[in-house]
C-alpha cells in the first residue's frame, strides 16, 4: 500500500459528518501532521462551531493568495461501516471517497511534495467542514466573514462518473419562497373573496416563463415546484394565503447571482407576488479561455493521455461562495461513483493522477 493510500484510509476512517465536530478535529489532526513545519503553517478559523483549516506556505497571507486550494471534510451521514474502507482492486470504498477526501489526498500530497522540493508559492489550502449543509459557515464565512481572497480558486470537489473533466461553470441556485395574499369567502360565493391559489398558480407559471426554464439536461435554467400549499382547511372557501417553494437552479443568461433574480422576478410579477431567498448561490462563470483553465487541461490532458474537457455541473457546490465574490473558480476531481449513496468508490488511480495534475499545475505557478 502507497503511503498516500495510508492516508487517504486514515482520513476515510474518520467520522466526518456534518456537525461531528470530533471526528473533523481528528481528520485536521492528520492533516496538519502531515505537514512540515518548517515549510508549512497551519490556522484554523470558526464560525458558528463549524472549523476550518488553512494550510499555507509559510509567511505567506492565507487571506489573500494567488492561488486556493478548497475542499471540504464533512460527508453526508452514512452507517458506521461506511467508515471502515475496503479496497477492491483499483476501487477503494468508503464513505467520502469521492466526495471527497480522495481529492483532499490529492491537493494535499501536491501541496507538500512542492515544499519539499525547496519550491514555495503564494498558495493555501482550504479545508471547511459544513459543505454539504450548506457551507456558510466555512467557504462563506472565508469570503464574507473573513473578507478573504484569492485570484484563483481550485475545488477538488468535481468527482465525474465516467471520466476527468474540470469544471468551470456551476448553475446558480434559489430555493424562493413565493407568498400571495387574497380574500376568504365561502367557494359558492367567490366573487366576494380574492383567492390566493389562483394568483399563486398564476405567479408559479409566470416564474417559469420570466426564467424560460426547461426540463430538459442542457446548459439552461431549470425550476422545480417542490411545494404548493395554503393554510385552508376547508374545501369549500376560499382560500385567503398561498405559499410555494421553487427550486431555480440559473444560468449566466438570466443573472449570476440570486439577488439579481429574484429582483427581476421581483419587478414583473409586481407587489401583489412576495419572494423570498430561502438558499441562494452564485453561478460559477469562469472563463473557459482562463490561462489557469487551459493549463490545467492541458496538464490533464498529458496526464490522462487524451483531450480533457472543460464543462459544466448541475449541482452546487462551495465553489459558488468564491464566484460570489468574482474569484475565477474551476473544479476537478476524482472518478467513482455513488457520493451521497451506498457503495461510494473512488478510483485510486484517478486520485494519483489528481496529485500527479495539481502538482505539476502548482509547479507551472512557481516563480
Ligand atoms: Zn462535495
Redesign the pocket.
Known amino acids: 500500500m502507497s503511503d498516500m493510500q495510508t492516508t487517504f484510509i486514515d482520513l476515510l476512517k474518520c467520522k466526518t459528518i456534518t456537525k461531528n465536530h470530533e471526528e473533523v478535529k481528528r481528520a485536521f489532526d492528520i492533516v496538519e501532521s502531515f505537514f512540515p513545519k518548517d515549510i508549512f503553517e497551519v490556522h484554523y478559523f470558526e464560525s458558528n462551531g463549524f472549523v476550518s483549516q488553512v494550510v499555507s506556505f509559510k509567511g505567506v497571507d492565507w487571506k489573500d493568495t494567488d492561488l486556493l486550494l478548497n475542499?471540504?471534510m464533512d460527508v453526508v451521514p452514512a452507517p458506521d461501516e461506511d467508515f471502515d474502507p475496503r479496497v477492491d482492486g483499483d476501487k477503494i470504498f468508503a464513505r467520502g471517497t469521492s466526495?471527497?477526501k480522495g481529492g483532499i489526498v490529492a491537493m494535499m500530497y501536491a501541496l507538500r511534495d512542492i515544499g519539499l522540493a525547496g519550491k514555495s508559492l503564494n498558495c493555501a489550502l482550504l479545508l471547511n467542514s459544513d459543505?454539504?449543509i450548506g457551507g456558510q459557515n466555512g467557504a462563506g464565512y472565508f469570503v464574507d466573514g473573513l473578507k478573504a481572497k484569492s485570484k484563483f480558486v481550485l475545488v477538488a470537489?468535481g468527482?465525474q462518473f465516467d471520466e476527468f473533466r474540470i469544471t468551470a461553470k456551476e448553475k446558480g441556485v434559489v430555493w424562493l419562497e413565493v407568498k400571495t395574499k387574497g380574500k376568504s369567502s365561502h367557494s359558492s360565493r367567490p366573487w366576494l373573496g380574492d383567492n390566493a391559489l389562483d394568483k399563486l398558480i398564476k405567479a408559479l407559471a409566470d416564474i417559469k416563463r420570466i426564467t424560460d426554464a426547461t426540463e430538459i439536461e442542457d446548459w439552461k435554467t431549470t425550476a422545480n415546484i417542490g411545494f404548493i400549499g395554503t393554510d385552508n382547511q376547508a374545501y369549500n372557501k376560499v382560500p385567503d394565503n398561498a405559499r410555494a417553494v421553487v427550486d431555480i437552479r440559473f444560468t449566466e443568461d438570466i443573472a449570476l447571482h440570486p439577488e439579481q433574480l429574484v429582483e427581476k422576478l421581483q419587478a414583473e410579477l409586481g407587489d401583489e407576488v412576495e419572494l423570498n431567498i430561502i438558499v441562494g448561490g452564485s453561478v460559477v462563470n469562469t472563463d473557459i479561455e482562463h490561462p489557469f483553465v487551459k493549463e490545467i487541461s492541458q496538464i490533464a490532458s498529458q496526464v490522462y493521455n487524451k483531450d480533457i474537457q472543460v464543462g459544466f455541473s448541475h449541482a452546487a457546490?462551495?465553489a459558488r461562495y468564491f464566484a460570489s465574490k468574482g474569484m475565477p473558480t474551476a473544479l476537478v476531481g476524482t472518478i467513482g461513483a455513488n457520493?451521497h449513496a451506498q457503495d461510494e468508490w473512488a478510483d485510486l488511480s484517478s486520485v494519483e493522477k489528481l496529485r500527479d495534475i495539481i502538482y505539476q499545475f502548482l509547479e507551472k505557478q512557481v516563480k
Open positions: 475542499g471540504h466526495d471527497m459543505e454539504e470537489d468527482p457546490h462551495d457520493w
